[in-house]
């Protein structure tokens, strides 16, 4: 059974069976889940299916079977959540290294964030180029970043909570991290001084690092 049979059998048991419950059960058969590549290889934006009434909504914020017949096989071991509780918190931009070096799966599911990664894949087409976005609790988007990318995010709203799946363990010896102004990105980031943790004050430009990760093709 396929991640979009999945949601077709989910659909078929609360959409009414009429002709326009079965005209809403083909569309979520055929669109479940929007998968969008991005220029950097391997980086992919998602966005779910969002089933909405006056009650509210039900999403799926993952499904492994999906995953794997979108060809995204990861096998995440480890869910995170953080909270933001101003605007300008700005975390990163963090890495782990091999033999612990992390894909990750990331939201948000309340308010807003702008979302960045840096390429630092040794013969990456796009190597030391970002990629960026807006994750939102309103546009339900995902970033699907493979293992060789910085990631970081700087919250746009009041509150923030931000979540995560990886597919390796935290490991403290493993952590890296990059400048999250380093001018050779140019990240573009909303804010100019953000609210940052010691550690993140003082991480090295991309220049300055040895980077762990080689591009695979």
């Given at each position: 059974m396929t991640g979009r049979e999945i949601g077709y059998q989910w659909a078929a048991r609360f959409v009414p069976a009429t002709p326009a419950g079965r005209d809403a059960i083909a569309i979520v058969k055929e669109s479940f889940v929007q998968v969008t590549p991005t220029d950097f290889p391997g980086l992919f934006v998602l966005e779910p299916k969002v089933f909405g009434d006056h009650r509210g909504f039900f999403t799926e914020t993952y499904n492994r079977r999906l995953f794997a017949d979108l060809g995204l096989n990861y096998d995440f071991v480890?869910?995170?959540?953080?909270?933001?509780?101003?605007?300008?918190?700005l975390r990163g931009l963090h890495f782990q290294s091999p033999p612990t070096a992390q894909a990750k799966l990331v939201w948000v599911?309340?308010?807003?964030?702008?979302?960045?990664?840096?390429?630092?894949?040794?013969?990456?087409?796009?190597?030391?180029?970002?990629?960026?976005?807006?994750?939102?609790?309103?546009?339900?988007?995902?970033?699907?970043?493979?293992?060789?990318?910085?990631?970081?995010?700087?919250?746009?709203?009041?509150?923030?909570?931000?979540?995560?799946?990886?597919?390796?363990?935290?490991?403290?010896?493993?952590?890296g991290g990059l400048a999250w102004n380093d001018p050779d990105i140019g990240i573009p980031w909303p804010v100019t001084e953000p609210v940052l943790s010691g550690k993140d004050a003082v991480l090295p430009r991309l220049r300055d690092i040895d980077s762990p990760f080689v591009f695979a093709g």
């Open positions: 480890q869910d995170n959540h953080a909270r933001s509780n101003t605007r300008g918190v599911t309340r308010g807003a964030v702008f979302d960045a990664v840096v390429d630092i894949r040794k013969g990456s087409p796009t190597f030391g180029k970002w990629y960026g976005l807006e994750l939102s609790e309103d546009n339900f988007k995902r970033l699907m970043v493979p293992a060789g990318f910085a990631h970081g995010y700087v919250t746009l709203t009041g509150v923030a909570e931000f979540q995560y799946k990886v597919d390796a363990y935290y490991s403290p010896a493993h952590d």
